[in-house]
């Protein structure tokens, strides 16, 4: 403001501008609750946000309203943006979908234009300079809260990435020093790398001598994985583990004779159980029934 | 930094302590080559537990080494090979492919133990 006192004779255009905001700000507080409630209507009425009761609506149509209005007043979006993301995260668990958010915001935009159109309509020239000042604000404000939502929803989606990753990779011992790494699903280089990470700290953790690396549930691979796979495998013998890898289908079977494997380097049985019985060999076991089976 | 080399029985113990010069790996493997024949010993063991990097350099020496140590009638176990260095190494295509590898230092010797019994009874 200090500035502006300098331009006193110039008629300085933020005191207008800045007056003319505050005007606008109070004809918005003023007619909050009638707003507010043709807003809510034209929610209704486009089909908006059905996942919510009406008293929800009407709860969040009520502080967006009201930080919609601050973040006018105020011109600042961190609060609007605080706002976008707090709502977000109550809001996608109901399902709410993007188109709906934005809708909303939209919505409350044109309500409020439409106010101001009928307000300042007489004085055309008035009414632009009010637009001139409402609109980019609105329209900051509308892409705030939609990329809160989206930024949310891309949290949320990487998060639910993380944990399917983790539980998609188990290291499990079957018996003293001989662990199964059973792969299930698609494999892409990501999850490649951090099975093999999984599986080399799994052998130090386990001292395992053997490894089963069942591919039974991976439909097919790719050059690049096929390749890491042997990378894997060379990688369990430097830490003084041999791996074995079952479960090979045809289609796996022809990538990895494409990219030519070294097969003398990889050991492979048919399935899981020749290759546990493989690895039970190699470290000396023998497994005989104890009696005849009992009658079933 | 010179590696320390233990004598233990009939087997010879290299316990790499830190980051080694090419100059130190040389040295290394001359010395044990050396030191094989002095203590007649049948298997070495070179620990790599504190090498968070291992380049082409000492791969291959640590290669030269075992094939050297053979001609000279022992047999070379490389242990404790880091999980993240494993994955690089064969990552360059270092896979030390004519090496014995183990865990840590106990299957090392269980390897070299075993080793001996069976060259008995044959």
Redesign the interface.
């Known amino acids: 403001m200090g500035l502006s006192e300098l331009r006193v004779n110039s008629k300085p255009e933020s005191e207008s501008t800045s007056e003319l905001l505050r005007e606008l700000v109070a004809h918005l507080s003023s007619n909050r609750a009638i707003l507010r409630e043709e807003w809510i209507r034209r929610i209704t009425t486009a089909r908006l946000l059905q996942a919510m009761s009406k008293d929800e609506i009407f709860a969040e149509a009520t502080s967006v309203y009201d930080s919609y209005v601050e973040a006018l007043e105020t011109r600042t979006l961190e609060a609007m943006q605080a706002y976008a993301g707090n709502l977000s995260e109550r809001i996608i668990p109901r399902g709410v979908e993007t188109n709906e958010v934005v809708g909303i915001v939209l919505l409350l935009r044109d309500v409020l234009a439409r106010s101001l159109f009928s307000k300042y309509h007489s004085d055309t020239r008035l009414l632009n300079t009010v637009l001139d000042i409402y609109e980019p604000a609105a329209n900051a404000i509308a892409i705030t809260v939609a990329v809160g939502f989206v930024r949310e929803r891309e949290r949320i989606i990487r998060q639910q990435q993380e944990a399917i990753r983790e539980l998609s990779t188990p290291v499990l011992q079957v018996r003293e020093r001989l662990l199964i790494l059973p792969i299930i699903g698609l494999i892409d280089s990501l999850r490649a790398r951090q099975l093999?990470?999984q599986l080399?700290?799994g052998?130090?953790t386990n001292?395992a001598?053997v490894v089963v690396i069942d591919i039974t549930g991976v439909a097919a691979m790719d050059a690049t994985v096929a390749n890491h796979l042997v990378?894997?495998v060379?990688?369990?013998?430097?830490?003084?583990?041999k791996a074995i890898v079952t479960g090979l289908s045809p289609e796996i079977a022809q990538t990895l004779v494409n990219i030519g494997v070294d097969l003398g380097k990889m050991n492979t049985a048919g399935d899981l159980q020749g290759g546990i019985e493989e690895a039970e060999r190699m470290l000396g076991y023998k497994v005989e029934p104890m009696r005849e089976p009992l009658p079933a | 930094m010179q590696v320390p080399i233990l004598k233990q029985g009939p087997f010879l113990i290299a316990t790499i302590q830190s980051a080694l010069t090419d100059a130190d790996i040389v040295q290394l493997r001359d010395a044990l080559v050396e030191q094989v024949g002095r203590y007649r010993s049948r298997g070495v063991i070179i620990d790599v537990t504190a090498l968070d990097v291992m380049d082409s350099f000492a791969t291959g020496t640590l290669q030269d080494v075992a094939n050297m140590l053979r001609l000279r009638g022992a047999e070379t176990v490389i242990v404790g090979i880091q999980p993240n260095v494993a994955f690089a190494m064969v990552h360059m295509g270092l896979t030390l492919d004519r090496v014995t590898t183990r865990l840590d230092l106990e299957e090392g010797l269980d390897h070299l133990n075993r080793a001996m019994k069976s060259a008995f009874q044959r």
């Open positions: 093999t990470e080399l700290h052998i130090r001292r001598k990378l894997t060379e990688s369990a013998r430097l830490l003084g583990a």
